[in-house]
C-alpha cells in the first residue's frame, strides 16, 4: 500500500461518519441522479441557467454532507448539513419554478416533491440529533 492510500485510510477513518452509510447522503445521491433525468427534457435554451443551476444545486446536497464527515467536530459537521439542507430548499424552489413554466408534469413534481422534502426532514432530524449528542 503506498503512503497517500495509508494517509487516505487513515483520513476515512478518523471521520465521524461514513457518508456512504448515511441515508440522507444516499438519498441525496438519488436526488441527482432524478435531477439529471428530469433536466434531459428542459429546453436547450435552459442549458446554462435552470438546468445548471438544478444540477450543480442537487450535487451540493450529497457533496456537503460527505464533506462534511471529514470534519472533526460536531459544529464544523453540522454547518455542511446546514448548507445541504439551503441546498435542498433551494433545489425544491427551482423545481417549482419548472412546473410553473411548465417544463415538468403535475406527477414528476409531486413525485419529486415528496422526495425533496423527505430529505429536508431527513437532514434536519439528522442534526437534531447530533446537536442532543453534543
Known amino acids: 500500500m503506498d503512503v497517500r492510500r495509508q494517509d487516505l485510510n487513515k483520513t476515512n477513518m478518523a471521520a465521524q461518519h461514513n457518508f456512504r452509510k448515511l441515508n440522507i447522503w444516499r438519498e441525496g445521491i438519488e436526488i441527482v441522479k432524478d435531477t439529471y433525468a428530469t433536466t434531459k427534457i428542459f429546453p436547450k435554451s435552459e442549458t446554462y441557467s435552470l438546468t445548471n ?8 446536497i450529497p457533496s ?15 454547518t455542511y448539513l446546514e448548507t445541504a439542507l439551503g441546498s435542498a430548499f433551494e433545489w425544491e424552489t427551482q423545481l417549482i419554478i419548472a412546473f410553473e413554466i411548465h417544463y415538468i408534469s403535475e406527477d414528476t413534481f409531486k413525485h419529486l416533491e415528496r422526495k425533496i422534502q423527505s430529505i429536508q426532514g431527513m437532514i434536519t432530524r439528522f442534526m437534531e440529533s447530533l446537536e442532543k449528542k453534543s
Open 53 to 60: 443551476q438544478m444540477q450543480r444545486c442537487s450535487i451540493s
Open 64 to 78: 456537503n454532507i460527505a464533506e462534511g464527515t471529514s470534519k472533526s467536530s460536531t459544529k464544523h459537521f453540522m
